[in-house]
């Protein structure tokens, strides 16, 4: 049923709460579009039917009343369609601010041309014992290129991918280093410019594990439509294992603060294919 | 080659040449400028410089429509079509219709063309307040339109999108002078809208004939001179963007470079203060048009006159103050997206109001389905339809998702493709016949309607689905998934081509055919056969059959006799060069001058017409005065 519904109104399927929400308004709002456009479609086809000039000769003004009264209605029935829908709209976007949310891990997300860096903080709260202590260190830096010899999803398959653990609030991080960039992921409903000398905020958050596609969306440069963007979700315990091997140290080492960390910015990169 | 004595031959060869260039050229280049040039390139005469806009708008939306067949073609199948992977060339070509379209075609042909034809005429003025400043700001255009077309072939073009966002257009990724150029050009453009919106308002309020007040004025006047005022606010704020993003480019200032404390937020706020206004300053003309064109052929008055203008005034207000909600995605607060989404949402409001005066007048008028009017009513839809979605992008929630995809696209097109373009062709086909004196052929205007009306539509629908999953704009190559609609787009934009050049043949052949119809004064006087007939047994006292009639009887009806509702129509068609000399006489009886809504407006039409015979040797003035239906 959901799928039939999706189909018909053409949009993404939503991945969570965030999009669902913004389709539900959209959803909302296509009604009422859809019931004026048709309106008014149809009244002026009944128009051209009826009135037409070969067949009606004699025209059939409003009187004055009548026309003050219309016009009033004509400015009332605007005013209540569009406070229909800015009621909810209002809620949903003071809602879906998620400045002050704990984020249980935190993303850098840089724009290249015309390519996305994901640098991972050391953010030690996610492990057990270390809750208060933050330590802004990028210890981990992927390179996420456009995989060009993907058959299967071509244009939308990147060398490494965005990962993250699902049923956890992921803080997204992201700038450019170069020109204006948007790291877009319909299914989610996050579009975030990138601006160089800005850090805009972004919070994530995915119920299920899954990969979720999306492609730049903001004009930057030749190679615009080549730079996709692929998260993908995974169990938590699953998370700690590609975080740690793509470390290069164990979860123990980690727990155990036996990682030398000054060394660790520059030296972990993850090379493109 | 030359040496010693033949450099004396070179020389006597060269004074021969000049002389004979002197002796056979120079006449020619004289009587080319006594002709040609006198007449139309240092003409300030308000009509001949109309049409100039007319046949430069066109010319350059022809040049505009052929990037947007590159692109579609592009686009029609996944992977590289015929561009051969240039992508930049593809940018450039994006960037190339966005700047033609908005500055160089459909703000000139509606604001320039039809503005400077009309409106002149629409308040009983003799010309514009500053015919000079009238010839420059057409002038100013032609460098702004070779400098953009210049800009593309220099340093591999600028593809930064019309908007010009800085990280983008400044030195770091365009290095070569094609972004300098689209600037200069920007400029040039400005400086022309500015000199002609500053003599649409000298004109509008000082030349209107004394018998109207300002809310007598014609819809399309009004429209015009709202035009004018948010041309008069808006290009301003372009200027500095663009004059500070050229600084940055040229001068090693950073007001747009964060390296050196810039922001490049700014810019955009900048930009899209102009922006904005911009969208509509093309639209509201349009307005005007359409106002009229459904007026004339639902045989009304338009429904709600006051407020109509009241509502184009709130849209010239309201717009100023919304700028933002191109932005949501570049980190703006919450607060800040709550109030812009109100604030745009507002808009709806008066742009809701006239579409329901519109519908209200074609309500139980008498309405006629000629051309122009197939145009109005199918803008009257599309560009509810472009409306409507713009409601969705308004709203910050679900902008946050359809930003920056084909829903945007697909958005833009219904209000400026389907309303402006839509209301172009319809203001178009309504003074045809005026401008130049011949009536178009009804019956390819119809197919010319439904060729334009279907090819729009099947390009631009599906970009709604494309964008609602998830494609975004500017992409040279798309995700498979999207083949489908996108197919379907390239071929509407194919069959949109026909259309056009459908219409050309229109024009080609409404003024070239043998059984050329000539225009009469007013040529929307609606007369149905049956009324007709009943017309014919009252004045003769003869009762004709129909039959007979259709068969043997081309009735002439004295256009003097017809009421018009705006002056253009009191005036012989083609409009003779200078109309109104003369100032208008009002002749009506006082208390019907006082109600002025319900007056009409009797002009000296035979006279002026027999003046001007006489002072200009006019000889498109001596055309009959009597129309055959």
Redesign the interface.
């Given at each position: 049923m959901e799928n039939l519904l999706l189909s018909l109104l053409g949009t993404v399927y939503p991945a969570n709460d965030m999009m669902a929400g913004m389709l539900v308004l959209y959803a909302e709002v296509f009604g009422l579009i859809s019931f004026i456009l048709f309106a008014i479609a149809n009244i002026l086809y009944v128009c051209i039917v009826i009135y037409s000039g070969g067949v009606k000769k004699r025209i059939t003004a409003f009187p004055r009343e009548q026309e003050m009264l219309l016009d009033v209605f004509f400015l009332i029935f605007p005013t209540l369609a569009i406070l229909y829908i800015l009621v909810p709209t209002l809620g949903f976007i003071f809602n879906s601010d998620f400045a002050n949310i704990d984020t249980f891990v935190n993303v850098n997300v840089v724009g290249h041309q015309w390519y996305w860096t994901y640098e991972y903080y050391n953010n030690l709260s996610i492990l057990p014992g270390f809750s208060n202590i933050y330590m802004e260190i990028s210890l981990l830096q992927i390179d996420s290129f456009m995989d060009t010899d993907a058959t299967i999803n071509r244009l939308l398959e990147v060398t490494n991918r965005l990962v993250i653990p699902a049923g956890h609030f992921v803080g997204l991080h992201i700038t450019a280093t170069d020109v204006i960039h948007s790291f877009a992921l319909p299914q989610l409903g996050v579009k975030v410019d990138a601006i160089p000398g800005r850090i805009a905020q972004a919070t994530v958050f995915l119920p299920t594990s899954g990969v979720y596609r999306g492609q730049c969306s903001e004009l930057c440069g030749a190679y615009h439509g080549f730079m996709p963007i692929v998260l993908e979700a995974i169990k938590l315990e699953y998370w700690y294992d590609w975080y740690c091997v793509n470390l290069g140290v164990t979860p123990a080492m980690l727990l155990l603060h036996d990682v030398n960390f000054s060394l660790c910015p520059a030296s972990v990169t993850l090379e493109a294919k | 080659m030359y040496q010693g004595k033949t450099l004396i031959n070179f020389k006597k060869d060269l004074l021969e040449t000049y002389h004979l260039v002197v002796k056979h050229v120079r006449p020619f280049v004289e009587s080319l400028e006594k002709t040609v040039f006198k007449r139309w390139v240092w003409t300030t005469n308000h009509k001949r410089i109309g049409i100039l806009y007319l046949l430069f708008g066109v010319f350059a939306g022809v040049l505009s429509l052929m990037m947007s067949v590159l692109i579609r073609l592009e686009l029609m199948f996944?992977g590289d079509q015929l561009l051969f992977g240039n992508?930049?060339f593809y940018?450039v070509l994006v960037t190339m219709h966005g700047i033609l379209m908005l500055f160089v075609v459909i703000f000139p042909i509606s604001f320039g063309g039809f503005g400077n034809y009309f409106v002149p005429i629409l308040i009983g003025a003799p010309d514009m307040a500053f015919p000079r400043l009238n010839n420059l700001s057409f002038w100013l255009l032609f460098p702004a339109a070779f400098s953009l077309l210049l800009s593309a072939f220099i340093d591999g073009g600028a593809?930064?999108?019309w908007t010009l966002?800085p990280?983008?257009s400044s030195l770091?990724?365009h290095s070569g002078a094609s972004v300098d150029f689209v600037i200069l050009s920007m400029h040039l453009a400005g400086a022309s809208s500015i000199a002609a919106a500053i003599n649409f308002i000298c004109t509008i309020f000082y030349f209107k004939m004394d018998s109207m007040y300002m809310k007598d004025l014609p819809l399309f006047v009004w429209a015009v001179l709202i035009t004018s005022f948010l041309l008069l606010f808006a290009i301003p704020v372009l200027a500095a963007a663009i004059t500070l993003l050229l600084f940055d480019r040229n001068f090693n200032t950073s007001f747009f470079d964060?390296?050196g404390g810039?922001?490049?937020?700014l810019y955009q706020h900048l930009f899209w203060f102009f922006g904005h206004p911009e969208v509509y300053i093309l639209i509201l003309p349009s307005f005007g048009i359409i106002s009229h064109v459904v007026s004339t052929f639902?045989?009304?008055?338009i429904?709600?006159y006051i407020?109509m203008i009241g509502a184009m005034v709130v849209i010239g207000i309201v717009g100023f103050v919304v700028w933002a909600h191109h932005m949501y995605?570049?980190?703006i607060d919450?607060n800040t997206?709550?109030y812009f989404?109100?604030a745009t949402?507002?808009i709806?409001?008066p742009?809701?109001?006239k579409?329901?005066?519109w519908?209200?007048t074609?309500?139980?008028?008498?309405?006629?389905?000629h051309t122009p009017m197939s145009f109005a009513?199918g803008f009257?839809?599309l560009f509810?339809?472009g409306g409507?979605?713009g409601?969705?992008l308004s709203?910050?929630?679900?902008d946050?998702?359809l930003?920056?995809?084909y829903f945007v696209v697909a958005h833009f097109h219904y209000v400026l493709s389907m309303g402006a373009v839509f209301a172009i062709f319809a203001g178009f086909y309504y003074w045809f016949g005026k401008i130049t004196g011949y009536q178009y052929s009804e019956y390819l205007g119809q197919i010319h309607f439904w060729v334009t009306f279907i090819g729009a539509n099947m390009t631009f629908f599906p970009m709604?689905?494309l964008g609602?999953?998830?494609m975004?704009?500017?992409?040279?190559?798309?995700?498979?998934m999207y083949s489908f609609w996108n197919i379907i787009c390239s071929l509407g934009s194919i069959v949109s081509l026909c259309g056009v050049a459908l219409w050309f043949y229109i024009m080609y052949d409404a003024l070239t055919s043998t059984s050329k119809v000539v225009c009469p004064r007013n040529p929307w006087i609606?007369l149905?056969?049956?009324?007709f007939l009943g017309l014919v047994y009252l004045k003769t006292r003869v009762f004709v059959y129909q039959y007979i009639f259709v068969r043997n009887v081309s009735f002439v009806i004295r256009s003097k006799n017809s009421t018009a509702t705006t002056l253009e129509w009191t005036i012989n068609s083609p409009a003779p060069l200078h109309t109104f000399i003369s100032p208008i006489r009002v002749i009506t009886p006082s208390i019907s001058y006082l109600q002025y809504r319900n007056n009409s407006l009797c002009v000296n039409i035979v006279e002026e017409a027999a003046l001007l015979c006489f002072m200009y040797k006019d000889v498109s003035s001596l055309y009959s005065y009597s129309s055959i239906i």
């Open positions: - | 996944p992508y930049q940018n593809g930064t999108g966002y990280p983008l770091v990724s964060p390296i810039g922001d490049l937020v639902s045989n009304k008055p429904f709600g407020s995605t570049s980190g919450t997206r709550a989404t109100s949402m507002v709806a409001i742009t809701g109001i579409v329901f005066n519908v209200a074609v309500w139980g008028g008498s309405v006629w389905l009513l009257i839809v509810t339809m409507l979605t409601v969705v709203n910050a929630g679900i946050v998702s930003h920056d995809t709604h689905l609602l999953a998830g975004p704009r500017r992409i040279p190559d798309y995700p498979d609606f149905s056969l049956h009324s």
